[in-house]
């Protein structure tokens, strides 16, 4: 079991900055990667930024440029600082701890979801 705790949503306007912050719990040894994903009214949920624990990095073409993922691995700490956000970045934001299982499956555990609306 991995637990994962989200802050740093909100209200930003355009152009603006923001960042959020994921700790994982539980079993954090058997993760192989963290990062973020979204959900924008009326789409469906789209990577954003991971990186896995040998600090492979995949961002999504959309915000390449203005998104950097880190980690910091010894305190189970996933991050997200956003930049020059644009109205279509308002979505609602969810960390992800990729994990494989005793069976060599991957899982994927999610947090609850924090808002982020870009609007002036």
């Known amino acids: 079991q991995v637990q994962l705790v989200e802050s740093g949503g909100g209200l930003v306007q355009p152009g603006g900055s923001l960042t959020l912050s994921c700790a994982a719990s539980?079993?954090?040894?058997?993760?192989?990667?963290m990062g973020w994903y979204r959900q924008a009214p009326g789409k469906q949920r789209e990577l954003v930024a991971t990186m896995s624990n040998p600090g492979r990095l995949n961002y999504a073409d959309s915000v390449k440029g203005r998104f950097t993922v880190s980690r910091d691995f010894a305190k189970n700490m996933v991050y997200l600082q956003m930049n020059s956000l644009k109205p279509d970045d308002t979505a609602v934001y969810y960390c992800?701890?990729?994990?494989?299982?005793?069976?060599?499956?991957?899982?994927?555990?999610w947090g609850q979801g924090t808002q982020v609306t870009v609007s002036s």
């Open positions: 539980g079993n954090t040894a058997s993760i192989l990667a």
């Open positions: 992800n701890a990729a994990l494989i299982t005793r069976q060599l499956d991957r899982y994927d555990y």
